[in-house]
């Protein structure tokens, strides 16, 4: 949605305010974009730039920050939890209109938001929800969603039996704890003849590759892996390859691997027939909802629950915490459903790793 776009939608629920409020729309208070038309000043913090997808994710942010008129402070907290509350310190100092920003402890960030909403600074999160304190509004896929396609995807193709590996991210997360929690729920829910093995890793490759090694050491009939990010997918493939499982399908030694992410390695890997499947988290849907949510925020709009224009849906989480949960697909080779759900084709135009 492009600024003229959200002006749009601002006038629409204004025209509609004396009947039933559209749902997941802005109200359009407030002013414009600062006096004599200047750009509003928002301080972006990249969470780290040592995986592809947050590489991705920083090449778009600039590019929609020029398109919404936004003039960008950025710093790179390295998947550090001091670096980003001192970062945020320096777009204070540097006074910044707002703050968009991806923790990953959700926990420990609480005391930093609520700094930031003393001194009336607003706040969009992306990817991550903090556990506690206030944002403007989280920009996130269903990572529960996540975890459950996941499930699904290897549940079918072991025919409900059999063991997997759940390589998962870090545990202080609110995405690792989601992701994980909804493949084991779904697992024994739907599919109790399989054994999970989840392994956290911290988000560390290096951690992943060691867990998933020593686990194939002591497991070698393991048929499934589950890579709750793409930092674990570099060394998941040097282990198969190593141990000669790079085989395809219809091979018994074959291994099925979905990953998460939807980077355009993966969508090339799943067309070489090296991993089976991944789900699309939307890079550049983050950045450019991340930046018109708090260029909306900074110009006194407000957003209900319900569906958007974007092909989205605003949940409520909590009391004053919304969340804007953004498509992401689980994509396969053929594109074929499964659990009776559609899937992408890893080679779709739509998806942004194959547009990156």
Known sequence: MNRRALLRVGLTVLLAASATAVAGCGDGAGGGSGSGGDKLLVGVDYPRSDTDFWNSYIGYVPRFAQELGVELKTTNSQNDIANLISNTQTFISQGVKGVVMAPQDTAAIAPTLTQ???????????????????????????????????????????????????????????????????????????????????????????????????????????????????????????????????????????????????????????????????????????????????KAAIEGRTFQPGPTEHGSTIIQVRDGLLEDQLPAPLVTLDGAPIAGEPTTRFDDPVLWGNNA
Not at 144 to 157: D, E, I, N, V, W
Not at 182 to 202: L, Q, S, W, Y
Not at 263 to 278: R, S, Y
């Open 116 to 294: 930031l909403e003393d001194k009336k600074i607003p706040v969009v999160t992306i990817d991550t929800r903090p556990d506690t304190g206030k944002v403007f509004m989280v920009v996130r896929a269903d990572n529960r969603a996540y975890g459950t396609k996941a499930c699904q995807f290897l549940g079918t193709k072991l025919g409900g039996r059999g063991k997997v590996v759940m390589l998962q991210g870090g545990l202080d997360s609110i995405n690792g704890r989601d992701r994980t929690e909804a493949f084991n729920e779904c697992m024994r829910r739907d599919f109790p003849g399989i054994t999970v093995f989840g392994e956290a890793t911290d988000w560390k490759a290096e951690v992943a590759a060691s867990k998933l090694q020593t686990r194939f050491a002591s497991d070698p009939d393991i048929k499934g892996i589950y890579l709750q990010s793409s930092f674990a997918l570099s060394g998941t493939l040097q282990i198969l390859k190593q141990r000669g499982l790079q085989v395809p399908p219809e091979d018994p030694r074959h291994v099925f691997v979905v990953s998460n992410d939807g980077i355009p390695q993966e969508l090339k890997n799943i067309g070489e027939g090296l991993i089976d499947a991944t789900v699309s988290q939307p890079a550049d849907l983050y950045a450019r909802y991340g930046l018109e949510y708090v």
